[in-house]
């Protein structure tokens, strides 16, 4: 039973734009939990992120309560070291004539751009990163000469060269070819040997392997399943998750949904 959480949050409401994207959230995330959070769009997965990541903020009341890494209050600073967040908008930042190599390095400082004065340091930790993924391959490839799941892989590998506790990943294959899907996917579990735990974010159940210990449903802003794949992932579920008439299926350790006659 997990004991330690690095996420809690009691009785939380969160606004945008005059709209509750977050209703009555109440979500603890262990230590050593890697956890898959899967909705339809415009289910909140988004606002999850961002009260994560202090870009938005809950409402106040004697009810509610938030805690990172078991604190209230919160460091932005100690925030961006223990979590590292890729999303696809990143993509749009980078140089297209940035070297792989110099990307990932380019995670120690925070930046998106080449680093002049790189350490000794830098040098062995950006080869040590790219080993344990193995994508040494790709250091020396242009960034706009990639696959989509190898410009991902590489922006993973970005994030996480600082060691952040917890890495998320926010709908990771999203947009990708099959080939580039099943590719990010392999090197995505490959991850689960690291230290850092994964929170991904998808809508796509086919994200859901063995990795992951538990999952989340959210629908309209608030958690309508949690808990182990095997009994949260069911047809009765993902009806109700995505308003459609589906089948689910498991097949060598994948799920697969079937649409159901009208």
């Given at each position: 039973?997990?004991?330690?959480?690095?996420?809690?949050?009691n009785?939380?409401?969160?606004?945008k734009?005059?709209?509750?994207?977050?209703?009555?959230?109440?979500?603890?995330i262990?230590?050593?939990?890697?956890?898959i959070?899967?909705?339809?769009n415009g289910?909140?997965?988004?606002?999850?992120?961002?009260?994560?990541?202090?870009?938005?903020?809950?409402?106040?009341?004697n009810?509610?309560?938030?805690k990172i890494?078991?604190?209230?209050?919160?460091?932005?600073?100690?925030?961006?070291?223990?979590?590292?967040?890729?999303?696809?908008?990143i993509?749009?930042?980078?140089?297209?004539?940035?070297?792989?190599?110099?990307?990932i390095?380019?995670?120690?400082?925070?930046?998106?751009?080449?680093?002049?004065?790189?350490s000794?340091?830098?040098?062995?930790?950006?080869?040590?990163?790219?080993?344990?993924m193995?994508?040494?391959d790709?250091?020396?490839?242009?960034?706009?000469?990639?696959?989509?799941?190898?410009?991902?892989?590489?922006?993973?590998?970005?994030?996480?060269?600082?060691?952040?506790?917890?890495?998320?990943?926010?709908e990771?294959?999203?947009?990708?070819?099959y080939?580039?899907?099943?590719?990010?996917?392999?090197?995505?579990n490959?991850?689960?040997?690291?230290?850092t735990?994964?929170?991904?974010?998808?809508?796509?159940?086919?994200?859901?392997?063995?990795?992951?210990?538990r999952?989340?449903?959210?629908?309209?802003?608030?958690?309508?399943?949690?808990?182990?794949?095997?009994?949260?992932i069911?047809?009765?579920?993902?009806?109700?998750?995505y308003?459609?008439?589906?089948?689910?299926k498991?097949?060598?350790g994948?799920?697969?949904l079937?649409?159901?006659?009208?």
């Open positions: 039973m997990v004991k330690n959480f690095w996420f809690e949050a009785n939380i409401n969160c606004f734009n005059g709209f509750r994207v977050i209703k009555n959230l109440n979500l603890k262990g230590y050593s939990e890697n956890v959070l899967i909705g339809p289910s909140g997965k988004s606002s999850l992120i961002e009260i994560i990541n202090r870009n938005i903020y809950p409402v106040i009341s009810e509610s309560k938030l890494f078991e604190n209230e209050l919160i460091n932005l600073w100690e925030l961006r070291k223990r979590i590292s967040t890729v999303n696809n908008e993509k749009n930042r980078i140089n297209p004539n940035l070297k792989i190599y110099d990307l390095l380019s995670g120690l400082y925070g930046r998106y751009c080449y680093v002049q004065d790189k000794e340091r830098d040098f062995y930790m950006v080869e040590k990163i790219m080993k344990k193995n994508i040494y790709l250091s020396k490839k242009k960034f706009h000469y990639l696959s989509d799941g190898e410009k991902q892989i590489s922006l993973i590998a970005r994030a996480l060269i600082k060691k952040p506790d917890v890495l998320i990943l926010d990771p294959i999203a947009n990708l070819d080939k580039s899907k099943f590719f990010l996917i392999d090197k995505i490959e991850l689960s040997k690291l230290n735990k994964i929170l991904c974010v998808t809508h796509d159940i086919s994200m859901i392997t063995e990795i992951y210990d999952v989340l449903m959210l629908k309209d802003g608030k958690i309508i399943a949690d808990g182990h794949q095997n009994m949260v069911n047809s009765e579920n993902l009806n109700r998750l308003d459609i008439q589906v089948e689910v498991k097949d060598n994948l799920w697969n079937e649409r159901l006659s009208k």
